[in-house]
């Protein structure tokens, strides 16, 4: 595993930078088929995850995508809940939870395929901040900390979805997401690491091809119209909620 370990960390590198997702989604299970024990690759994957964000962040600031304020609130607020969903593990049935949660996310993905917008991402992004944009970016940050905790899913898969719905542009969306991933996979990180699920070695073979492949992401993105992305995110949710309902 860790010498196939570098090229791991460029496509979920490349993959989760271009869709507003992280990475974790590849590097897990992939990780977990190498023989890496699970909790071990998901507390890896937490802290390579970091590297991957923070260098997308940079990438898509340079372009002028964040939408800072929107990031900042979905972080806040997910951080917040992430510990109330890993702790609703000892008391929910969670397998039923990852069926539902999976049939949704394909719902999503479809409504996310269909949805009409620009073609390129828009620099310096204005949502219109009224009362219920705030509900809505809160709501939704509450949401995906919750999924994050309760499922293991990332909270790129609500992330996303809701600001598009909300009008955001798709590469916007992307790059916003990435954002406030950046900041609660900070979190997540320190928090696996000081339990013991962190592998250091692995790490350090993860994250400099997670930063390269952040950058290859970014830029491969901002070329991609967005319908184009839109699909591409469809497709990698179904994916996603097809490993959850079967994990």
């Given amino acids: 595993m860790l010498v196939l370990a570098p090229l791991v960390g460029l496509v979920a590198g490349l993959l989760g930078s271009m869709f507003g997702l992280g990475g974790g989604f590849l590097m897990v299970p992939l990780l977990a088929m ?10 890896t994957s937490s802290a390579a995850i970091l590297f991957n964000a923070v260098s997308a962040v940079v990438a898509y600031s340079r372009y002028r995508y964040v939408v800072y304020r929107a990031g900042l609130i979905i972080s ?3 951080v917040a809940t992430a510990y109330l969903g890993a702790k609703l593990t000892r008391v929910v049935d969670v397998h039923v939870l990852k069926v539902l949660f999976g049939l949704v996310l394909i719902y999503v993905a479809v409504r996310v395929a269909l949805v009409r917008g620009g073609d390129r991402g828009v620099e310096n ?7 219920k944009t705030y509900l809505a970016v809160t709501s939704g940050g509450l949401l995906a900390g919750l999924v994050a905790g309760l499922l293991g899913v990332g909270g790129g898969v609500i992330n996303v979805p809701l600001l598009t719905f909300l009008g955001v542009p798709m590469h916007n969306a992307v790059a916003t997401s990435t954002l406030a991933i950046a900041i609660t996979s900070t ?7 000081t339990i013991g699920n962190v592998d250091l070695q692995l790490l350090a073979l993860l994250a400099p091809t997670l930063v390269v492949g952040a950058q290859l992401g970014a830029a491969t993105a901002k070329r991609l119209r967005s319908p184009t992305l839109r699909r591409g995110f469809a497709a990698i949710l179904v994916f996603i909620a097809l490993r959850t309902m079967l994990s």
């Fill in 187 to 193: 979190s997540s990180a320190v928090t696996h690491y």
């Fill in 76 to 78: 806040a607020t997910a």
């Fill in 125 to 131: 992004y204005k949502l219109t901040w009224i009362p």
């Fill in 34 to 43: 190498a023989g890496v024990d699970v909790r071990v690759a998901i507390g």
